[in-house]
């Protein structure tokens, strides 16, 4: 059963960092492109980063782009966000996501259950 | 930056058709997927590639697309269907999200 556990959340003050983390299990993680996504209070979803499966190839949503940094152990089958300079709109339950494709078509069929980031003084 | 738009709530009785739509520059281009979320929980996939189900989601759940819109029916609706629709595509090798819809079953 493919598993996803997000921890590492909590509340920091502006300015301040956090590292979240994603352990996988039930798959051969080191195969699979993984993402994050979040979720401020009461909003819709967003996309925040891609990494590929070797770690080597990393994209971002303009918004958190040289503030959060996304990176992979695959020896430890644990997916990462370092989370720097964070703004008050950063406050959001950050979801890692597996990416699946098929056809040509990529989305999420698993996600972690989410861990929640409060960025406030 | 890339948008896709769906109407901001829904509203159905039991056992009626309910239909949500995700509308965006080119689509017509692009492959859809939706996702439900209810309160306090992770998203989960309904409909990938347009048009197919995932292992354990219900018939009454589909897609199609025509044109720059797509659009999520659920047939027969039931009050377990109560819950955020969140349509997804790809741009230019970024994941974009539409604002959500939120199904009410009343």
């Known amino acids: 059963e493919v598993q996803l556990v997000e921890s590492g959340g909590g509340l920091v003050q502006p300015g301040g960092s956090l590292r979240l983390s994603c352990a996988a299990s039930?798959?051969?993680?080191?195969?699979?492109?993984m993402h994050w996504v979040r979720q401020a209070p009461g909003k819709g979803l967003m996309w925040v980063s891609r990494?590929?499966?070797?770690?080597?190839?990393?994209i971002y949503a303009d918004s958190v782009k040289g503030r959060l940094t996304i990176s992979r152990d695959n020896a430890k089958n644990t997916l990462y966000l370092q989370m720097n300079s964070l703004r008050t709109e950063d406050t959001a339950v950050y979801y890692c996501?597996?990416?699946?494709?098929?056809?040509?078509?990529?989305?999420?069929?698993?996600w972690g259950q989410g861990t929640l980031v409060t960025v406030s003084s | 930056s890339y948008e896709l738009t769906q109407p901001p709530s829904v509203s159905v009785s039991p056992g009626q058709t309910a239909t949500i739509t995700c509308s965006g520059d080119?689509?017509?281009?692009?492959?859809i997927c939706w996702y439900q979320q209810k309160p306090g929980q992770s998203p989960v996939l309904v409909i990938y590639?347009?048009?197919k189900r995932p292992s354990g989601i219900p018939e009454r759940f589909s897609g199609s697309k025509s044109g720059n819109t797509a659009t999520l029916t659920i047939t027969g609706t039931q009050a377990v269907d109560e819950a955020d629709y969140y349509c997804?595509?790809?741009?230019?090798?970024?994941?974009?999200f539409g604002g959500g819809t939120k199904l009410t079953v009343l």
């Open positions: 996501g597996r990416e699946s494709c098929s056809g040509g078509n990529c989305y999420f069929h698993h």
């Open positions: 039930g798959f051969t993680f080191s195969s699979y492109w």
């Open positions: 990494v590929n499966s070797d770690g080597s190839n990393t």
């Open positions: 080119q689509l017509w281009d692009k492959f």
């Open positions: 590639e347009h048009t």
């Open positions: 997804q595509a790809w741009d230019s090798g970024k994941v974009v």
